[in-house]
């Protein structure tokens, strides 16, 4: 099941049960369950909570590894040090996706619908290219389009490793399907490949990696099997 160097495999995890919380704490590490009891709010504890232990679950599988222990690079994205394993997490209300891969870097994102000042937030955190076009659209064409191209920013600049340091303005991903990064101000960056999906019909996925035509396989977590 374990992906070859051409494949990525995309995961979905329901973050839905609060009665697997006592049973998957023991999974987390001091700083995990530090940061879990930090929110004020018991559903974002339950969705980050279960969608670390996830995580932990399937790279162990992954990298044959008994215990994990992750690094950060300097923007703050984690790896695990002396394996070729790369891997994305990305949460959004109840679900996660993780994207594992060997050998090449990667970003994933899901962003649900929602209900806010869309053309202003864009106005500040995209392109002019991609205002221009979000200008053309009526209201339920707008919430589409802007998520589409927010999830496409979001696994970018996760795939680049530097976050929100980059300046989600300085590029442009197509404001609807298929996903592509049309332009950027960096010539390095024309090796990376972006793919949108829609998990469910009100939210926007996408995923952005460095393999020209990898081999995808979307699979489901079942809580019941990893917690065996």
């Not at 222990?69 to 997490?89: A, M, R, V």
């Not at 991609?130 to 064409?141: G, M, P, T, V």
Request: net charge neutral; aromatic share 12%; with cysteine.
């Amino acid at each position: 099941m374990k992906p070859s160097n051409d494949t990525i495999d995309i995961w979905q995890i329901d973050l839905r049960h609060e009665a697997l919380l006592k049973k998957t704490r023991p999974l987390l590490n001091t700083d995990e369950l530090a940061r879990a009891d930090r929110f004020h709010f018991t559903k974002h504890t339950r969705r980050f909570s279960l969608a670390r232990a996830a995580m932990r679950l399937l790279l162990m599988h992954y990298t044959e590894l008994p215990h994990l222990s992750f690094e950060t690079n300097k923007y703050g994205k984690p790896f695990i040090p002396n394996t070729d394993i790369k891997f994305n997490l990305s949460h959004s209300r109840d679900t996660a996706l993780l994207a594992i891969t060997q050998s090449f870097e990667l970003g994933i994102d899901i962003e649900f619908f929602s209900n806010r000042d869309l053309l202003g937030i864009a106005k500040h955190a995209f392109s002019d290219q991609e205002n221009r076009a979000l200008s053309q659209l009526d209201s339920q064409q707008l919430n589409s389009a802007f998520f589409h191209i927010w999830a496409q920013k979001e696994a970018f600049i996760k795939a680049c490793g530097m976050g929100l340091s980059y300046d989600t303005k300085a590029f442009t991903v197509s404001a609807t399907p298929p996903a592509s990064l049309l332009s950027t101000n960096n010539e390095q960056d024309s090796h990376w490949h972006l793919r949108s999906f829609q998990p469910f019909e009100n939210c926007w996925a996408a995923l952005c990696y460095q393999q020209p035509r990898p081999k995808i396989r979307y699979l489901h977590f079942d809580w019941d099997e990893w917690l065996l």
